[in-house]
């Protein structure tokens, strides 16, 4: 059973940075792409950026493009979102996700990081 551990949200005024950390534990970690999601109050989860573990090729959320950039470190079983030009509306609770292969959807959700832009 894989347990992911978000954390480094916090609040931060816009225009400025943070780093996102998920760490997974329970297990050898294995996976086909972990991904980072995240919800606002009032709205459904949305998909922000993913990253394939064997290829490293990412996909990003258009509203995020240019602005958030997601690593890994396999070694310490650890993916990172950089969150640079932070805007308001990237505030919203930041989930960590695997994906164990191409054909099942992303699951094992954690507790989530609060990430709150202020003006």
């Given at each position: ?34 991904g980072w ?83």
């Amino acid at each position: 059973q894989v347990q992911l551990v978000e954390s480094g949200g916090g609040l931060v005024q816009a225009g400025g940075s943070l780093r996102l950390s998920c760490a997974a534990s329970g297990r050898t970690f294995s996976s086909y792409a972990m991904g980072w999601f995240r919800q606002a109050p009032g709205k459904e989860r949305e998909f922000v950026a993913s990253i394939n573990w064997s290829t490293s090729t990412t996909d990003y959320a258009e509203s995020v493009k240019g602005r958030f950039t997601i690593s890994r470190d396999n070694a310490k079983n650890t993916v990172y979102l950089q969150m640079n030009s932070l805007k308001l509306e990237d505030t919203a609770v930041y989930y960590c996700a695997r994906q164990p292969s191409r054909f099942r959807r992303f699951g094992s959700w954690g507790q989530g990081t609060q990430v709150t832009v202020s003006s």
